[in-house]
Every structure is written in structure tokens, then in C-alpha cells.
């Protein structure tokens, strides 16, 4: 069992940046940020290997960063230039052979 705690979501303005934590309870591998707006599927956002190499999806590209501190078994996603469609509930997940787990999800809201 793995539990993942994510911070750092909240309400800014377009233009504006927010960095969001996940905190996970053991050593993690690859790890995930999805996304899901109101009404909309799961969208993954980016990705991060166990080694550091990164992919994003490519409406973020540019603007937001993945990265880990593995001496704290936590993973960052850092927001720059955020825009209104940016809004949504942001997910960690982490894929474990046979499990997936997932963070409680923390709320960003982008105001035009």
C-alpha cells in the first residue's frame, strides 16, 4: 500500500504560477500528473521516470515542469504562464505493476 498526499493548489490569475507537491510513502518509480476539468476525461499532464526524463502533454508543454526530489519521495509539478482552461482537479498517480495508485487530488482554479 502506498499513500500519496498532494498540496499546493488554489486559486490564481491567469499568467500566474502555482507548484504542486505529491508525497509519497515509499520510494517511487515512474510517477504521473493527470488532470480532470469539470465534465472531462482524466487527461494525463505530464510524466517523470525514475531516472529524471521527462514527457508532457502538449497543451502544457513550456509552461509546466515535473521534477522529484527523490530523498523525499516527492514529485513537483511546477505552473508557469497558467491560463483559465488550465483549471481542474490535479492528480499524482503512480503505477505499480498490478496497482495504481492515487493522490486525493487538489483543486486549481485559473481566473481570467
Known amino acids: 500500500q502506498v499513500q500519496l498526499v498532494e498540496s499546493g493548489g488554489g486559486l490564481v490569475q491567469a499568467g500566474g504560477s502555482l507548484r504542486l507537491s505529491c508525497a509519497a510513502s515509499?520510494?517511487?518509480?515512474?510517477m504521473n500528473w493527470y488532470r480532470q476539468a469539470p465534465g472531462q476525461q482524466r487527461e494525463l499532464v505530464a510524466t517523470?521516470?525514475?531516472?529524471?526524463?521527462?514527457n508532457y502533454a502538449d497543451s502544457v508543454k513550456g509552461r509546466f515542469t515535473i521534477s522529484r526530489d527523490n530523498a523525499k519521495n516527492t514529485v513537483y509539478l511546477q505552473m508557469n504562464s497558467l491560463k483559465p482552461e488550465d483549471t481542474a482537479v490535479y492528480y499524482c498517480?503512480?503505477?505499480?505493476?498490478?496497482?495504481?495508485?492515487w493522490g486525493q487530488g487538489t483543486q486549481v482554479t485559473v481566473s481570467s
Open positions: 498517480n503512480l503505477p505499480m505493476g498490478l496497482y495504481t495508485y
Open positions: 517523470i521516470s525514475s531516472g529524471g526524463s521527462t
Open positions: 515509499r520510494t517511487i518509480n515512474v
